[in-house]
């Protein structure tokens, strides 16, 4: 259980209804449904339903969690406030209509948003007639948490710095079969599904759903050493990225399903540094070289800083990343097991595995007042 107890667990009389938006990417999707599992969890007669629309990953990966998805237009997003955001173009006008209209519907008690186009309209629909949960997965906040922020019950962030103001830091609510992972006992199953060799250390490599051209590139380059020095990789390329032919000791995919089984089969990570894939990464205690994109705002790197400060990873510039450079960063740790396994706890160590609890806690909070 979480540091908030029990207190605002007992409600009686019908469950809370909680209203979850993180539309759009899996980064937004993702922590809403672990918060939603998390609720249900805790409170069996709550009713959560999620906001999405038809464009992103929504229709896919909400209903295939349960939970029913209503859908709302979609209102892109500038990168800083306009004069026309605050008048309320049509798009955004209609949006919040549709959000009031299934606010109304599932009589919500609380909305809970996790940026992005989604949560804009959701905050903008809720306010002064539904309290608002905001949560901030990146570094640097995006526009939609920013506005929200202004008006909500309640915010919290998954590490130090966002910008918003009065943020409780609590870390990304994570799907429960990754928080509570037995890496141990899952290992020869998890290398048996791959076809990876059974003993002997592996590598993860990942670049997200859509993979990463130099992280292809430079296990590529690097593959041949890694091989030679006994190292298996498990290597998703994206469904157009280029890898090297299958062999033994190596297994090219263009996507991981079953993220959890791949964390199992696996001794150390090479990935980028998205607010998820560090969460999830530092979650199962797996040390990471991790790779942050070379463009936007510099949050990526933010992102990875605290695990690295922690000691549970080392952060390479993608303009440094070469076949060379992942050699001299993985090869010494394979090499050393007792290095690879106290970065692993030190990595283990600097996350929030029980956000997700924690966060339906504050929701719980907010219901309670």
């Known amino acids: 259980m979480s540091e908030y107890g029990t207190q605002f667990l007992p409600r009686m009389g019908p469950g809370p209804s909680v209203v979850v938006a993180g539309g759009g990417t899996a980064g937004h999707i993702e922590p809403a449904l672990a918060l939603a599992d998390a609720v249900k969890r805790l409170r069996p007669d709550a ?16 209903p295939a969690r349960g939970y029913p998805l209503e859908l709302i237009p979609p209102v892109p997003l500038p990168r800083k406030p306009t004069t026309d955001l605050l008048r309320l173009p049509g798009k955004v006008r209609g949006a919040v209509a549709r959000v009031r209209e299934v606010l109304t519907k599932v009589e919500a008690d609380v909305v809970v948003g996790f ?22 997965a990146n570094a640097r906040a995006g526009l939609a948490n920013k506005v929200g922020a202004r008006f909500a019950a309640a915010v919290v962030a998954a590490v130090p710095g966002s910008g918003l103001p009065d943020a409780q830091v609590l870390g990304i609510p994570l799907r429960h079969a990754v928080t509570t992972l037995d890496r141990a006992g899952l290992r020869a199953e998890a290398r048996r599904r791959f076809g990876l060799p059974p003993n002997g250390p592996v590598l993860l490599v990942f670049g997200g759903s859509q993979g990463a051209r130099s992280l292809n590139g430079a296990v590529a380059q690097a593959l041949p050493g890694l091989l030679h020095e006994g190292i298996g990789v498990l290597h998703a390329h994206g469904p157009t990225g280029q890898a090297a032919p299958p062999q033994p000791g190596y297994v090219p995919l ?11 089969a696996a001794d150390a990570v090479l990935c980028r540094a998205g607010a998820m894939t560090v969460a999830e990464v530092s979650a199962v205690g797996l040390p990471a070289v991790y790779v942050p994109l070379p463009h936007g705002n510099g949050e990526q790197a933010l992102n990875a800083e605290p695990v690295v400060r922690a000691g549970g990873g080392v952060l390479v510039p993608d303009a440094e990343l ?40 504050v929701v719980f909070g907010v219901l309670g007042r």
């Open 47 to 62: 009713t959560v339903t999620a906001l999405g629309t038809e464009k992103g990953l929504d229709t896919r990966l909400i």
């Open 254 to 264: 263009p996507y991981i399903d079953g993220m959890h089984l791949a964390y199992a």
């Open 322 to 361: 070469t076949g060379d450079r992942v050699l001299a960063e993985l090869v010494p740790w394979f090499r050393e097991p007792g290095r690879l396994a106290a970065m692993g706890a030190a990595a283990r160590a600097s996350g929030h595995a029980d956000a997700d609890e924690r966060l339906a806690q």
């Open 115 to 136: 940026g992005g186009f989604v949560a804009l309209p959701a905050y903008l629909g809720a306010r002064g007639r539904v309290p608002i949960v905001v949560h901030e």
